[in-house]
């Protein structure tokens, strides 16, 4: 046997090993070609007009003056939409362009393509829209009487779910009503894309997207063409957690270079991105738990609304998550949970970072505390006695078949030793650089926080991942139309074939709909799973394929053929042959990769409607300036079941990213909304936290308890952190206040004025 020194072979990161990202330094110094940097010798430039009421009949649209202007090659409108003309990622209700009405503000109404962007703004302001202003629909608490906003209704979904008995009561009872505001995505890189026709009446889109064969098949039926004439290629994506699930500017490209038959790039600004976009739903929730002296959950009662705005999109889901886990990761034996998903005319609002599970884990994290207050209980004791355990039920009847360490997540989190002290230096306290904090007027709170949300789709959706593994000379290339939107699934990919086929080099293809099925949508905690679990069964399949050729041809067990360090090699001597020479014909297999089925919810929302479960804590400290309502979250703990960790580097910052999304919601974050209408869509006014606002993330615990069924025992790790943290953060607000504090983000007005006037 050949001996090859090991120490001098550079083996690439398994399974379980850090793999620094292939993008992370173009992204950091600016080599990255995100979709808004794509360019073509031909390219033409789009845009959009879009309305600027939120309700309002269109008598006419005018495009004559706007023809004339130089340099324009296209003015279409909704007459001009070639095939289908609504879109939806659930139902098809939205409009490619506004014919008849517009329902909300920044609705499109008219699409442009010329040879300079002043060509096209120029263009833009030359159509002339008549329109009979209406008065918007706007409350969600009332729309269901109201006059509908849509031909298909002002409800889009309810839920009345009910659990065990319902005529339990309990000893000790708590009421509260919460609310959670719109939340925006606020990725880095706007939308943007380019549309590229062919001769044969085919066109190829680029654009950054999180879900590729959905958006082929939405944007082929509103150009009348067979989905194999829509080619989607993913453009470099500067952000998604939800927004680039729904179609945007992509139907608005194909339009526009099909008439033009030129390529036509179109690039949003932050302020149109805010309205090109689904948001986070609002949320209004009523609670009330009933326990036991001793601390025992008997029964809970909630009324959720959530806004849904203008149209669908992914609503039902939504409003499934927010029912299915109103009382967070605690066993109740009885429960009735009555939630509804509205349409109004205030702007869309879709998926975004663990969608649903955000907003009732804010108020049930709220009543948890609350009837600790009640029972005289330390709030972490009485979540310790109710978590919920593998062969509990929950709300919707279904047993919990798989991993849940919940009273692991949350004894590693609340024990975890505090590290921040209090602050002497004066850009430490609220307020930071603008030093407006006085330290007698800072008080301190410290809190906890619980959260749950299932992986994967849910309700009997066909979920599904093709993805294809072929080796030749050593090489594994593979071959999946998962998006990559910053997850960091182009080292997943790597990491799982080198685990499986003993290689070091892996090619992934770029991610398009030609050759390969869809991966489905880069969301719901999904891909590693999902496309994680394809690669996984495509690679077994050719490893076996190879072994079985190479035991019929040399006589040898192919139980004892390993593969290591680049050779193929028997475990009881004798064999041995180089991968690369072994693979020179290449070996090629196909998987598509389904979890198990699900059902949908019931009339009384019972079912066996999920597949697996992430639970996560946070435990939050911060300073308050109770004079001024300045906040400063000071340390966030968390710990997090994440059934296997695939790349720890990986994992880490998924859950320092979701922590500051939710950081954002529980003090800055907040589209406001006024008669249909945003009031702040840009960085200037729509607050993100920066690095200034965001505490050190102590990670306590990753409690690594392998999932059946799932690659490797691996969970997705991508929302969870998301949806505990607010609540936590929130909180530690009310610890330090002493105040109700029943709404996020937390205003400084909040803890100023808590009576509701300045």
Not at 214 to 231: I, T, W
Not at 327 to 342: L, Q
Not at 345 to 355: I, K, Q, T
Not at 702 to 723: N, R
Request: aromatic share 4%.
């Amino acid at each position: 046997m050949t001996d090859l020194a090991t120490s001098e072979r550079t083996v690439a990161p398994r399974i379980g090993e850090n793999a620094p990202r292939p993008d992370g330094v173009p992204k950091v110094v600016g080599a990255f070609a995100f979709s808004s940097d794509l360019h073509h010798d031909r390219m033409l430039w789009g845009g959009t007009l879009r309305s600027t009421h939120s309700s309002a009949r269109i008598r006419s649209v005018d495009i004559s003056t706007a023809v004339a202007v130089t340099g324009v090659h296209a003015v279409l409108v909704s007459d001009d939409v070639p095939g289908q003309k609504v879109f939806g990622l659930e139902y098809r209700d939205q409009p490619v362009l506004a014919g008849d009405v517009v329902r909300y503000e920044g609705e499109p109404v008219a699409i442009v393509a010329a040879d300079h962007p002043e060509a096209v703004r120029m263009a833009l302001e030359a159509i002339v829209v008549d329109y009979e202003v209406l008065v918007p629909v706007v409350d969600p608490m009332t729309v269901e009487e109201a006059e509908p906003v849509h031909p298909d209704g002002n409800l889009v979904r309810r839920i009345h779910l009910r659990h065990g008995n319902q005529d339990v009561v309990g000893d000790v009872q708590v009421e509260g009503t919460y609310e959670v505001a719109m939340q925006d995505q606020a990725f880095l890189g706007p939308e943007s894309g380019m549309a590229v026709p062919a001769d044969d009446g085919s066109i190829d889109l680029y654009v950054a997207t999180q879900w590729l064969h959905s958006d082929r098949d939405q944007v082929a039926d509103c150009m009348g063409l067979d989905p194999e004439k829509v080619r989607l290629t993913l453009a470099g994506v500067g952000g998604a957690f939800g927004a680039r699930e729904d179609l945007s500017l992509h139907v608005h490209l194909c339009m526009l270079a099909r008439h033009t038959g030129r390529p036509v790039k179109m690039v949003y600004s932050r302020e149109e991105s805010f309205h090109g976009h689904v948001h986070r739903h609002p949320a209004q929730m009523w609670y009330r738990h009933h326990a036991d002296r001793d601390g025992t959950l008997v029964r809970v009662e909630a009324h959720l609304i959530l806004d849904g705005g203008a149209y669908a999109s992914s609503s039902s889901a939504v409003i499934a998550n927010a029912t299915c886990f109103a009382a967070g990761p605690y066993r109740v034996p009885s429960a009735e949970i009555d939630g509804a998903v509205v349409r109004t005319n205030n702007p869309p609002c879709g998926a975004m970072r663990g969608f649903g599970a955000v907003q009732v884990c804010f108020a049930h994290e709220a009543q948890m505390d609350r009837l600790a207050g009640a029972l005289g209980m330390d709030p972490v004791a009485l979540r310790l006695q109710n978590a919920l355990v593998p062969g509990d039920e929950l709300l919707t009847g279904q047993t919990i078949k798989g991993t849940a360490p919940v009273a692991e997540v949350i004894r590693t989190c609340a024990d975890h030793p505090p590290g921040a002290s209090m602050a002497v230096d004066p850009l430490e306290l609220p307020g930071g650089a603008g030093r407006t904090a006085d330290p007698e007027h800072v008080v301190r709170g410290e809190a906890f926080a619980l959260g749950f949300k299932n992986l994967l789709f849910s309700e009997g959706f066909d979920d599904f991942s093709e993805a294809s593994c072929r080796l030749a000379g050593g090489v594994a290339t593979i071959t999946s139309a998962c998006a990559e939107v910053g997850q960091g699934f182009v080292t997943l990919a790597q990491q799982i074939a080198r685990e499986v086929l003993g290689v070091d080099e892996v090619v992934l293809l770029p991610a398009s709909t030609a050759g390969i099925g869809s991966a489905g949508s880069t969301s719901a905690s999904r891909q590693t799973w999902m496309s994680g679990g394809a690669i996984q069964e495509a690679c077994g399949q050719v490893r076996a394929q190879l072994l079985e050729h190479l035991a019929a041809e040399h006589g040898v067990d192919a139980d004892d053929l390993v593969i290591a360090d680049g050779r193929v090699v028997s475990m009881a001597g004798g064999f041995e042959v180089d991968l690369a020479k072994a693979t020179t014909e290449p070996i090629e297999a196909s998987v598509v990769f389904r979890h198990v089925p699900t059902l949908p919810l019931d009339e009384n929302g019972q079912g066996n409607a999920h597949v697996s479960f992430a639970f996560s804590a946070h435990r939050a400290i911060v300073d308050v300036d109770v004079e001024l309502g300045l906040v400063k979250v000071v340390e966030l703990t968390t710990s997090q079941d994440v059934g296997r960790v695939l790349n720890p580097l990986q994992t880490v910052g998924q859950l320092e990213g979701g922590a500051a999304q939710g950081v954002g919601l529980a003090v800055m974050e907040e589209v406001l909304v006024q008669e249909g209408r945003i009031r702040n869509a840009s960085f200037t006014d729509y607050l993100v936290p920066t690095a200034l606002d965001m505490p050190p993330v102590e990670i306590a615990a990753l409690i690594e308890q392998a999932e059946p069924g799932a690659p490797f025992g691996a969970k997705g790790i991508g929302e969870a952190p998301s949806i505990s943290s607010t609540a936590a953060v929130a909180a530690a607000i009310r610890n330090a206040t002493g105040l109700d504090l029943p709404r996020v983000p937390v205003r400084p007005t909040d803890i100023v004025f808590p009576g509701g006037t300045a």
